[in-house]
């Protein structure tokens, strides 16, 4: 079936220091990927989205590009800030589906 | 604009006792709705989806069940609580395929 696997955490970084959070997939079909995030207490916002191979999904200085050939979706930002701290999720939706498929999440510190 | 609302926010109950959380969403017709637990620590576990009114399905089998009376009403109950029912519950909706999926606030549950 379809899955989603993504790297785990903690990670702790300085302000101003580059992200990089792995994210790789199995899936049947086509999916559509994303980014979502989660802030401490709250429910989880999407970040950001591509929905085919090639595309680049872009949000708040965070990008990440869907590479069908690695079967990949790695979330990357230059220069992550204090307020950046939260876990963040990879998630698919195969093609023609509904059910979003998410990743173990990979929580991220960011020092001061 | 489409909202979503969950509640309540927080809940302890007893182990033995029922649970009842409802989810509704604003602003849309025939959304498909989710119901998501998250362990403490851990990554989301889909429990229900349903794609209309009375059609509701289970992801796993457990100690919880899941309604809906109305287009965009969903609840997630139990009649008897366990220890192990404690987490983080997540109402989602989305609309069509493909598509992402949009989260309400989440409700912390505690059974003790």
């Known amino acids: 079936g379809d899955s989603v696997t993504q790297m785990e955490g903690p990670v702790t970084l300085s302000e101003e220091a580059c992200l990089t959070i792995?994210?790789?997939?199995?899936?049947?079909?086509?999916?559509?990927l994303f980014w979502y995030v989660q802030y401490p207490g709250e429910g989880l916002q999407l970040l950001l989205k591509?929905?085919?191979?090639?595309d680049k999904g872009s949000n708040k200085g965070f990008e990440a590009t869907y590479r069908k050939e690695t079967t990949s979706f790695h979330l990357e930002k230059g220069s992550v800030q204090v307020s950046d701290s939260a876990v963040y999720f990879c998630a698919l939706i195969d093609t023609g589906g509904f059910k979003t498929i998410f990743g173990a999440g990979t929580r991220l510190f960011v020092k001061a | 604009s489409q909202t979503i609302h969950q509640w309540p926010a927080t809940l302890v109950q007893p182990v033995g006792s029922p649970l009842s959380l409802e989810c509704t969403v604003e602003?849309?017709?025939?959304?498909?709705l989710y119901w998501y637990r998250q362990a403490a620590g851990r990554g989301l576990q889909l429990l229900f989806y349903s794609i209309g009114i009375d059609q509701i399905s289970s992801e796993v089998p457990q100690n919880l069940s899941a309604s809906r009376p109305q287009d965009r009403q969903f609840i997630l109950s139990s009649k008897k609580l366990l220890l192990s029912d404690s987490g983080f519950y997540l109402c989602?909706?989305?609309?069509?395929?493909?598509?992402?999926?949009?989260f309400g606030q989440g409700t912390r549950l505690t059974v003790v």
């Open positions: 591509a929905t085919k191979a090639d």
């Open positions: 792995n994210c790789t997939y199995t899936a049947t079909g086509y999916p559509s």
């Open positions: 602003g849309t017709s025939n959304p498909n």
């Open positions: 989602a909706w989305s609309v069509l395929v493909n598509t992402e999926a949009f």
